[in-house]
């Protein structure tokens, strides 16, 4: 006879056990509802199909990452992250001046000169008439071509990192106020293109978030930039929303997770953002893509009346801050 100290435990009957079990699921459930609508996302394999309110939560999840899959910004330094070259004469161009002007006089440029080297030898005069439509010609002229020499001479090697010379930091905030302060300057992370002439900070923004990007897709090197230029901005907001499901503040870098209220105001601001590029180009030219079908033409020096008197006009404030464009 065995001794109850050794005798194996009594188990429960099966109706209790079923009972016990159906209301531990049934509370958990309940309990655990709300909290899968904030966590689970649509790449989730765990997906509670008897729930018609989560149903409904990731019907309206996909939808929106749908939305942006289809609202996703348009940009030339995408077009030609293969080629940094390509890349910083792009940047060039399209400093203080808008993607509308800016992007054919670029693609008409690399016809003419399609190496560093075509146009480090390129004919300043010549260069200038080309680049006259977006003002500032002879400051642009002198960089591209400057740049251009150096970039062939002393080629940017992706793990030779160049000192980046100080920029003016987006989050750093003044002493005596809480609002931000573009004065103050801090110290940019090296780069393999710092030490060309021009390489500021539009220049490097965009070759680490495009160029390392293409360079490595599993480099995440763009999670740290902090751009200031709006597109660049809206377009990491993208970036990190669409592959990260994280929403991205551009003024402190912090990330949260993704949600339905702050995906549709991200939803709303691409939208926005898409429908102002469409009024201001035409039907058959996409600014920022591959493919331009349109021509800028620039202001003729015999045409008189309202256009030359606002062109004159233009053109004598352009000058006046040509100083600021490579600073």
Known sequence: MLSPYFSPPKKGSKFFEQVTTHEVQNQSSTESSEENH????P???RVPSTEPLFLLYFCQFAYLYQQLARLKPILIQESVAHDPWKLLVAVTLLNKTTGKVAIPVFWRLLEKWETPLALSNANPEELRNHIRALGTHNIRSKRLI?????????PPVEYDLRPSRPVVSPTKRSRKGGTRSRRLAEKYPPTAISHLPGAGTYALDSYRIFCLSHQD???EEWTTVLPTDKELVLFLKWKWAYQQRKIWSPIS???TKADIPLLECLVRELSEYHTRRTSTCPSNGIIGGSQQTFVVKPISASSTGKHSTEGAVKSKRKSQYAWRIYK
């Open 38 to 41: 904030q966590t689970i996302s």
């Open 146 to 154: 400057e740049m251009s020499r150096v970039y062939h001479y002393d």
């Open 43 to 45: 790449l989730d394999d």
């Open 253 to 255: 870098g912090n990330v």
């Open 217 to 219: 897709p599993l480099c």
